[in-house]
């Protein structure tokens, strides 16, 4: 027997506690399995890493959409049909159309037309709607305003989820519309 050698059974422990498995080439059992505890915990940085990529990418953007979905010029017609509307007869565009979304489509639109057309143009685009107000509009210094949903006037079938008309009344005999359509 070995001086710095205890036997026990088929077992065997050294001076430093140790167990040895005989004829097993000296190599102790029971040692903690370095490249499996660094599997694990490289596993979760991996699943972290497009995020953190994702983040730096944002934080060193010069875009002020690093996103996407920045404004972009659309026509008129398209801006309204998201709505269900179209534009009135006499009316002209004041500035561009706009769209903008990134998980939210956003369609914006002003227009000129004719201040003696415009209830009779919101009743026939939004036969179902109620009575436009100057109450609850967005702007303090809109004449006339209309919100609708899908739950309140909006018809089927047209892509956004919420529109809301507002309209400033310019002089005797024009008005300037402001058109919003958008999903939630």
């Avoid at 009575?131 to 018809?155: F, I, K, N, R, V």
């Amino acid at each position: 027997m070995d001086v710095g050698r205890v036997e026990v059974g088929a077992m065997a422990r050294t001076r430093t506690g140790r167990a040895e498995q005989p004829g097993a080439g000296g190599v102790p059992r029971g040692r903690t399995r370095w490249w499996l505890v660094a599997a694990v915990a490289v596993l979760p940085a991996m699943a972290l890493l497009p995020f953190v990529v994702a983040f730096v990418g944002m934080a060193f953007s010069d875009s002020e959409y690093p996103l996407g979905g920045g404004p972009k010029a659309v026509s008129c017609t398209q801006a309204l049909a998201f709505g269900g509307a179209a534009l009135p007869d006499g009316a002209t565009p004041v500035g561009g159309c706009v769209e903008q979304g990134w998980q939210d489509v956003s369609y914006s639109a002003d227009f000129r037309m004719p201040r003696a057309g415009v209830r009779d143009w919101l009743h026939r685009t939004y036969p179902d709607a109620p009575a436009p107000e100057t109450e609850s509009c967005l702007t303090d210094d809109a004449d006339l305003c209309l919100e609708l949903s899908h739950m309140q006037g909006l018809p089927e079938g047209v892509g956004a989820d919420v529109v809301q008309v507002s309209v400033t009344y310019e002089d005797s005999g024009t008005a300037l519309v402001g058109f919003a359509a958008f999903t939630i």
